[in-house]
T-cell receptor, first 114, second 115 residues
Framework: DVKVTQSSRYLVKRTGEKVFLECVQD?????MFWYRQDPGLGLRLIYF???????EKGDIPEGYSVSREKKERFSLILESASTNQTSMYLC?????????????FGPGTRLTVL | AQKVTQAQTEISVVEKEDVTLDCVYE???????LFWYKQPPSGELVFLIR??????QNEISGRYSWNFQKSTSSFNFTITASQVVDSAVYFC????????????FGTGTRLQVFP
C-alpha cells in the first residue's frame, strides 16, 4: 500500500517560532510538493521539488522554505511562524516523466499559530 | 493564464439523489490533462480520474461518471444515487503538457449527502 505520511496531524505553535513540517513517501517518487489549503482558496502550491536538493517556488513561497536531503523526505520550514500561516498543509508526491501524473497525498497537518 | 473554476462552493443532497459537480477550465494549450480528487473528512486527497485533452469520451465507473466537453471547457462529475459516504470536498485540477508535474486546482466543492 503506497503511502505519503506527514509527521503531525495537528500542530499548535506560537508566533515567531520556527516550525518544521515533515513528509515522507515510500514510492520512490522523484517529485514532492507542499500545498496549503484554505477555505475558498483551494490548494495552493508553496514549493515543489523534482529531485534531491532541487526545489522550485510555487505560487505562494513567501514565508516558507524547504529542504530535501533524501529522496523520500521533503520538509517545509516556517522560519518565523505568523498567524496568517494558520492553515492545513498537504504534502504530495508523484513520479516524474509520465504524462498521466497523478499525485499521491498525505493526510495533512493542521497548523495553528497563536 | 491557466485556471480551474468550481463555481459550486457547497451542495447538499439527500441520499439516492443524483448530483453533478461542475468544473470549468481555462488554458490555451491544446494538450492538457484534467483530474478529479476526493477529500473525505479524514483529509487525504484521493485520486478519482484523469483525462487527456484528446480523449473526449465520457467515462463511467460504478456510480461515478465524467462528462468532458472541450467545446465548453468543462469536465463535470456526476454521482448517481448518492450515498452518505460520498460526502467530501471534491477538487478538479488541470496539468499542462509542458509541465505535467504540476497541478492547478480549483477551489473545491463540498458535497454533503444527508440520509
Amino acid at each position: 500500500d503506497v503511502k505519503v505520511t506527514q509527521s503531525s496531524r495537528y500542530l499548535v505553535k506560537r508566533t515567531g517560532e520556527k516550525v518544521f513540517l515533515e513528509c515522507v513517501q515510500d514510492m520512490d517518487h522523484e517529485n514532492m510538493f507542499w500545498y496549503r489549503q484554505d477555505p475558498g482558496l483551494g490548494l495552493r502550491l508553496i514549493y515543489f521539488s523534482y529531485d534531491v536538493k532541487m526545489k522550485e517556488k510555487g505560487d505562494i513561497p513567501e514565508g516558507y522554505s524547504v529542504s530535501r536531503e533524501k529522496k523520500e523526505r521533503f520538509s517545509l520550514i516556517l522560519e518565523s511562524a505568523s498567524t496568517n500561516q494558520t492553515s492545513m498543509y498537504l504534502c504530495a508526491s508523484s513520479q516524474s516523466g509520465i504524462s498521466y501524473n497523478e499525485q499521491f497525498f498525505g493526510p495533512g497537518t493542521r497548523l495553528t499559530v497563536l | 493564464a491557466q485556471k480551474v473554476t468550481q463555481a459550486q462552493t457547497e451542495i447538499s443532497v439527500v441520499e439516492k439523489e443524483d448530483v453533478t459537480l461542475d468544473c470549468v477550465y481555462e488554458t490555451r494549450d491544446t494538450t492538457y490533462y484534467l483530474f478529479w480528487y476526493k477529500q473525505p473528512p479524514s483529509g487525504e486527497l484521493v485520486f478519482l480520474i484523469r483525462r487527456n485533452s484528446f480523449d473526449e469520451q465520457n467515462e463511467i465507473s460504478g456510480r461515478y461518471s465524467w462528462n468532458f466537453q472541450k467545446s465548453t471547457s468543462s469536465f463535470n462529475f456526476t454521482i448517481t444515487a448518492s450515498q452518505v459516504v460520498d460526502s467530501a470536498v471534491y477538487f478538479c485540477a488541470l496539468s499542462l503538457s509542458y509541465n505535467t508535474d504540476k497541478l492547478i486546482f480549483g477551489t473545491g466543492t463540498r458535497l454533503q449527502v444527508f440520509p
